[in-house]
């Protein structure tokens, strides 16, 4: 028998259990550093099995932590709690009774997951040649949290992390992992031309600022085509515009635009918006306008970790099937778990939620967002045997 077979079965046995614990956290969502009683909840399933903890970031976020009964290195496991502005469309038995609130990016299985891992855990601490560290964090959609937790000491004597994320386009019950960068850095910028505003049929006695920003956003579109490698991956998407009020003859005085740039590497990362402004200083002046260039920093490139990214395949291939081990493409979401990996190696992959028969296809942050729950007990387990292979082998 493998070693994790137990694990497993003792994964399976929970089932019910954690998807009890899923449905109760769907139906109670909370928004970004609301997540009080999500938090709490957690908090007493862990008290219930005797797991110290340490609330967070007032109270929204919480640090669980099991001691092994050798001593040996500390794996911190982390689920995000928060869920998104969004309201529920799917008419479930236990849909989100917080109107415009709702668990649309898995959120709750994470929750759920992790702390079906911890009852296992739990049961086998004597055999555990090191520590676990549960980590509850709020805020993920945000990009607030992470940042959050890693100061207020979250990391505290913790060696590696692995985190799983369920994944709406991965078949139920299959693996996701890759080597290196997986979700892209994303931030965010506005940018403000100031022009002067005049009659439509007369523009020479105007400043125009739209076309000033017409041309702004066409001659960015060049950075990515232009100036990017065409091997790296990056993107520049102006996502939002405005200008102008109702009338069709009066130039305005301003135009306001805005968007994110994404990028697979820290260097592109900061070369981006550094050109965003070159651009913007050679056109907008020379075209008689003012600018404003504001950037909002959010999410750091999300780096795996090659041994912890090693570890996790090898285990999940052992646990599912090598059929059900994927090495999936990198996206250009963006995830704060870059956080934790800027200070200790780690690895974040996916574990797949889709079931066509059911019709769970619909994807992350839609209002028709659902998990197969079947998977829960996967990952519960899977969450688990990280820990335990992790804690083995580091023993070596
Ligand atoms: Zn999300
Ligand atoms: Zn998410």
């Known amino acids: 028998m493998k070693p994790y077979e137990k694990i497993l079965q003792r994964a399976r046995e929970l089932a019910s259990k954690i998807i009890e614990l899923r449905r109760e956290f769907h139906q109670h969502p909370e928004l970004a550093l609301q997540e009080m009683?999500?938090?709490?909840?957690?908090?007493?399933?862990?008290?219930?099995?005797?797991?110290?903890?340490?609330?967070?970031?007032?109270?929204?976020?919480?640090?669980?932590?099991?001691?092994?009964?050798?001593?040996?290195?500390?794996?911190?496991?982390r689920a995000d709690i928060d869920a998104l502005p969004i309201q529920e469309e799917l008419d479930l038995p236990?849909?989100?009774?917080?109107?415009?609130?709702?668990?649309?990016?898995?959120?709750?299985?994470?929750?759920?997951?992790?702390?079906?891992?911890?009852?296992?855990?739990?049961?086998?601490?004597?055999?555990?040649?090191?520590?676990v560290v549960f980590i509850f964090q709020p805020a993920e959609e945000t990009g607030e949290g992470a940042k959050k937790m890693v100061e207020e000491g979250a990391l505290a004597g913790v060696d590696s992390i692995v985190a799983i994320h369920v994944n709406s386009s991965l078949s139920s019950g299959t693996f996701g992992?890759?080597?290196?960068?997986?979700?892209?850095?994303?931030?965010?910028?506005?940018?403000?031309?100031?022009?002067?505003?005049?009659?439509?049929?007369?523009?020479?006695?105007?400043?125009?600022?739209?076309?000033i920003a017409?041309?702004?956003?066409?001659?960015?579109?060049?950075?990515?085509?232009?100036?990017?490698?065409?091997?790296?991956?990056?993107?520049?998407?102006?996502?939002?515009?405005?200008?102008?009020?109702?009338?069709?003859?009066?130039?305005?005085?301003?135009?306001n635009f805005g968007g994110?740039?994404?990028?697979?590497?820290?260097?592109?990362?900061?070369?981006?918006?550094?050109?965003?402004?070159?651009?913007?200083?050679?056109?907008?002046?020379?075209?008689?306008?003012?600018?404003?260039?504001?950037?909002?920093?959010?999410?750091?490139?999300?780096?795996?970790?090659?041994?912890?990214?090693?570890?996790?395949?090898?285990v999940a291939g052992e646990i599912l099937g090598k059929e059900r081990v994927v090495d999936v493409k990198p996206l250009m979401g963006s995830e704060d778990f870059s956080y934790y990996l800027q200070k200790v190696p780690g690895v974040y992959a996916f574990l797949g939620t889709r079931n066509v028969e059911k019709g769970i296809t619909y994807p992350h942050h839609h209002p028709r967002f659902d998990i197969d729950e079947g998977a829960l007990s996967i990952g519960a387990g899977l969450n688990a045997v990280f820990a335990l292979e992790y804690l083995r082998e580091s023993e070596r």
């Open 177 to 211: 992992y890759h080597c290196g960068p997986i979700m892209a850095a994303g931030d965010f910028f506005d940018v403000k031309i100031t022009g002067k505003g005049g009659h439509g049929g007369m523009p020479h006695l105007a400043i125009d600022p739209i076309v």
């Open 37 to 77: 009683n999500t938090a709490k909840r957690v908090k007493r399933v862990l008290k219930e099995l005797g797991i110290e903890t340490r609330m967070l970031v007032n109270g929204t976020g919480l640090v669980g932590r099991l001691k092994g009964g050798k001593s040996g290195k500390t794996l911190a496991l």
């Open 260 to 314: 994110t740039i994404r990028s697979l590497k820290p260097e592109l990362r900061e070369y981006l918006p550094k050109r965003i402004k070159e651009i913007l200083d050679g056109i907008v002046p020379a075209m008689r306008g003012r600018y404003e260039f504001n950037l909002l920093e959010r999410f750091p490139v999300t780096i795996n970790d090659d041994r912890m990214t090693a570890l996790v395949a090898r």
């Open 94 to 131: 236990y849909k989100s009774e917080n109107a415009g609130v709702m668990h649309a990016c898995g959120h709750d299985a994470h929750a759920a997951m992790l702390l079906g891992a911890a009852m296992i855990l739990c049961e086998m601490k004597k055999e555990l040649t090191g520590n």
């Open 214 to 255: 017409s041309i702004a956003i066409s001659t960015l579109q060049t950075l990515v085509s232009r100036e990017v490698d065409p091997i790296e991956s990056a993107v520049l998407s102006i996502c939002k515009m405005d200008a102008g009020g109702k009338a069709y003859n009066i130039i305005p005085d301003s135009a």
